[in-house]
Every structure is written in C-alpha cells, then in structure tokens.
C-alpha cells in the first residue's frame, strides 16, 4: 500500500533526523532528479555513531520529540532500513516553536497520515553531506520538492542547518531549527 511504503520512508527519514545529534558514518550517495544544497561548512566531528538514525536519534535528548513522532507515525522500522537517508532534523526546540496544542494533535492516531506526511517532507532518500549539497529543489520521500537555498549557510524549506553532517550507519541528518510543512498540508484544520 502506498501509505504503509510512505509511513516506513517517513519513518526512516526522522530517524534521520534524529541523527543528526550523534552519528555514525556511510556511504555518500546523490539524488539525481535535483541539486543538493552546497556549503564549506566542515563535516561535524562526531564519531562514528553506533545504529541507525533511528538508534541514534534515541540516544539524544535533543531529538526526543522526534523520536516520538516517528514512533507515532509508524516511521520507525523504515529510517532503521539500509536507506541511504539525509534527514533534515528538527529540534525539541524547533516542536516547541509549532503554534500551541499542534504537536499533540499530530501525535493523535486518527493523524497519524498527516503528521508521516510532515516526516516524510524532511528526508531526501541519498545520503547528501553538506559538501555536496547545492541550492535548487530536492525530492522528499514525501513526495514533494523541497527548496535549498545557500546564501549565508545552509537553508531548507526556510529552516536553517544549525549542525551539518551527523552520520549514522544508513545516512546522514542535518540539523534544522524548525519543523517543515508541506504545502499542502493544513494544519489549521487538525
């Protein structure tokens, strides 16, 4: 079923995200449909972390949030897959920015659709180190194109890369400041 195939790569791409706290390294891999956004920033220092996204992601209170999002999205097993995932990944902080009472309702299960829809649009299914990445629009696993701009660092869909380059074992994450919404989502209407 097309949902399940986009709840696992959305899963997967939260795991991703989750990684990009602490990582591991992998194979590097590119998207050939759209550019990468591009930048000299150095590849984070972490050492090579010990799982998957999903695993690393877990092992940092910094992305507890998300780790509970792809848990209730059913995204888990999928960013835990052999990938390769670049997973732009937000914040506890970047959820606490969501206007009041949002989050909850996307943990909701009758949202569960919408809120894989939300994790899915923040991975790219290549791993991409900010070294490659190039200004232009990327595909998501969700579906969607998502715009890289890299004028004064590395921005995605208007978030902004605080932490390049934390691997894990089946990708890479990219640390972002806010949660990304794909256009045709309505949030309000939750």
Same mark, same amino acid.
């Given at each position: ?13 939260? *795991? *991703? /995200? ?8 992998? $194979? ?35 992305? %507890?949030? /998300? ?6 999205? &059913? +995204?888990?097993?999928? +960013? ?19 206007? *009041? &009472?949002? /989050?909850?309702?996307? +943990? ?21 180190? %900010? ?14 194109? /998502? ?5 004064? &660092?590395?921005?995605?869909? &208007? ?5 390049? $380059? ?10 972002? $400041?806010?949660? +990304?919404?794909?256009?045709?989502? $309505?949030?309000?209407?939750?």
């Amino acid at each position: 079923m097309r949902t399940t195939r986009i709840a696992t790569i959305a899963v997967a791409g939260i *795991a *991703a /995200l989750t990684l990009a706290a602490c990582g591991s390294s992998s $194979d590097s891999a590119t998207t050939s449909s759209a550019p990468a956004p591009t930048s000299s920033s150095a590849e984070a220092s972490a050492p090579a972390a010990a799982g998957t996204i999903v695993e690393v992601a877990a092992g940092n209170p910094d992305f %507890s949030t /998300l780790v509970a999002a792809v848990q209730a999205a &059913g +995204l888990a097993e999928t +960013l835990s897959g052999t990938g390769p995932f670049t997973v732009f990944a937000p914040t506890n902080e970047a959820f606490a920015a969501l206007p *009041a &009472g949002l /989050l909850d309702k996307l +943990l909701l299960p009758e949202n569960k659709d919408v809120l894989a829809k939300i994790l899915t649009f923040h991975v790219v299914a290549a791993n991409v180190p %900010s070294s490659d990445v190039v200004a232009g629009d990327v595909d998501t696993v969700e579906g969607s194109k /998502l715009t890289i701009t890299t004028d004064g &660092g590395i921005k995605v869909g &208007g978030a902004t890369v605080v932490t390049p $380059d934390v691997p894990a074992s089946n990708g890479v994450i990219h640390v972002i $400041d806010a949660v +990304l919404v794909p256009a045709d989502v $309505d949030v309000s209407a939750l």
